[in-house]
């Protein structure tokens, strides 16, 4: 049993070292607890865990807290990446760090504080948490550039009850400034980017030993062959980069970009331009919503959105329907919104929940469901 009465997720990285730093500092009985979610498969691979779980004791070992540890990569493989696997042969692009923090940093983590003897967990996330008598509101991390809680909305009462955020109400340049005041081994390190999983390796790479290669065709939306793809999976809505498509004849010498999928007869659609009309929808509909408070604030009600992580904030109404999903339409219209990815909604600063995008109106999306049907 650990006599700390919060443990902080110690992940080798900046954040959650001045997270803890400022606990510390605070006066709070912390400890720290070094998460393995991931097992190095035996491709090599680099996903910096042994430099991660080295730099988490050293930090530890700098500000004089005791640090555990925990594997969770079992837990992981069942509840995240399983799912992630399977979006992917759907043909849908899922969110793994969306799921990442419900299903292990605030379950399997926050489990495991408690067993230890706590009473709360924290972590670096750039988010906030106002508590209202027994509400807990998610709000934004001051620093817009780095809010996190697009990626939090699947949190629920209890667990925000049983969370700090100390790192909430700062910028990311100050956070460097105060690890490299206090001396600590991470204030230089650079941010993790992307997947754990997959880490620096080439993404199509790592997914083509779980999903693979399956080559088809790839043809405009009016059904001109413009080349081959290694396999529709590999690909989402809007990407640019790997197509591999050079000069092709009757066409400008201009960027082409993904604008659909049909996994059902292997084909690959692209167009020429990043704003191309394929590309657009305003209208989008989700699977079944998740609310921070546990209920809509309406049947139907005007709020702000984001169908992407840093996105700029999106006017929209959203019609509550009566198995729980969305009906969602925006007031402009939105380019590239993806199935499988997550439409987070927002009221002023606060997160209010959100929803896995089923489907958009996307004219193409619309015409390949029609035939499909």
């Given at each position: ?32 607890l ?35 540890f ?15 696997l ?42 906030r948490?106002?508590?209202e ?21 699947q ?16 910028p990311?340049p ?54 081959e ?13 790997g197509?591999?498509?050079?000069g ?23 167009d ?21 408070a ?30 729980g999903?969305?009906?969602i ?36 999306e ?8």
């Open positions: 049993m650990s006599s700390a009465r919060i443990i902080v997720g110690m992940s080798g990285g900046v954040d959650s070292s001045v997270a803890a730093l400022r606990l510390r500092d605070a006066g709070e009985p912390i400890a720290g070094f998460m393995q979610n991931w097992t190095e498969d035996s491709q090599g691979g680099d996903c910096r865990a042994e430099e991660d779980r080295r730099d988490a004791v050293a930090v530890c070992g700098r500000l004089g807290i005791p640090i555990h925990r594997d969770f990569s079992g837990e992981y493989w069942d509840g995240v990446f399983e799912h992630f399977a979006e992917y042969a759907a043909g849908r692009t899922p969110n793994p760090d969306v799921l990442c923090n419900r299903e292990i940093k605030f379950k399997h983590f926050l489990d495991a504080a408690r067993e230890l003897g706590a009473e709360s967990i924290a972590t670096g996330h750039y988010a948490v106002v508590r008598g027994r509400r807990q509101r998610l709000l934004r991390g001051r620093d817009r550039g780095k809010d996190q809680s697009y990626f939090l909305h949190l629920g009462q209890a667990q925000l009850a049983a969370t700090e955020f100390p790192l909430g109400e700062l990311k100050e956070v460097r400034r105060i690890a490299e005041d206090a001396g600590l081994p991470t204030a230089a390190k650079k941010d993790s980017t992307g997947i754990c999983f997959i880490g620096e390796r080439d993404f199509r790479e790592f997914l083509s030993r779980y999903l693979p290669a399956r080559p088809g065709e790839m043809l405009t939306p009016d059904g001109r062959a413009i080349g793809h290694p396999g529709v999976f590999y690909f989402t809505l809007g990407q640019r980069e197509l591999n498509i050079g092709v004849k009757g066409f400008e010498a201009a960027p082409w970009y993904v604008v659909g999928k049909d996994v059902a007869r292997n084909i690959l659609y692209v020429q331009g990043a704003d191309s009309r394929w590309l657009r929808s305003q209208r989008l509909w989700s699977e079944t919503a998740h609310w921070i546990g209920a809509p604030p309406a049947a139907r009600f005007a709020c702000t959105a984001q169908v992407r992580y840093r996105q700029d904030d999106q006017a929209c109404e959203v019609e509550v329907r009566e198995d999903t969305l009906e339409v925006f007031a402009e219209p939105q380019r590239a919104v993806t199935p499988g990815q997550s439409v987070v909604l927002y009221d002023g600063e606060e997160c209010i929940g959100g929803a896995v995008i089923a489907a958009t109106d996307a004219p193409l619309q015409r390949l469901r029609s035939e499909a049907a």
